[in-house]
């Protein structure tokens, strides 16, 4: 494993932790060059399905896509790293199991919006306004009737 500071392949674990729930492997490990640590994490490869777009291009999953989107939404919001990160945890673990080839984008974005709304209200609507493409603030309050 290469070390993200200084690009030495010489690294060494220094502490391997198992997930709560079992589904990946933490390693802290550290560059025997600069000394400094990092953390990695060991998954199954698992195949998302392929997302389909609105314009009906297929386009791979991105969890990186996602997480950005999540934080976006999340951003000054008192919402942890490790929460975030379970809620993207519960999300791919649901399209793994839909056993689906292809899926519309349509369908993570409403995922994204029950863990969205679960973690935060503010980032839940935040992540909708954009999501539904709100044109006004009739919109936010539609919206905001609906949850109460």
Known sequence: MK???CGNAETQ???TRVAEDGEFIRR???CAHCEKRFTTYERPDVSFPVIVKKDG???EFDRTRLLGSMKLALRKRPVSTEQVDRAVERI???LLNMGVRELPSSSIGELVMR???ALDKVAYVRFASVYR???DVKD???LIRSET
Do not use: I, N
């Open 3 to 5: 070390c993200p500071f």
């Open 115 to 117: 863990e969205l709304k």
């Open 92 to 94: 791919e673990e649901k």
């Open 57 to 59: 291009r297929r386009v």
């Open 133 to 135: 493409s709100f044109e």
């Open 28 to 30: 802290r490990r550290q």
């Open 13 to 15: 674990v220094v502490e």
């Open 140 to 142: 936010f309050t539609a």
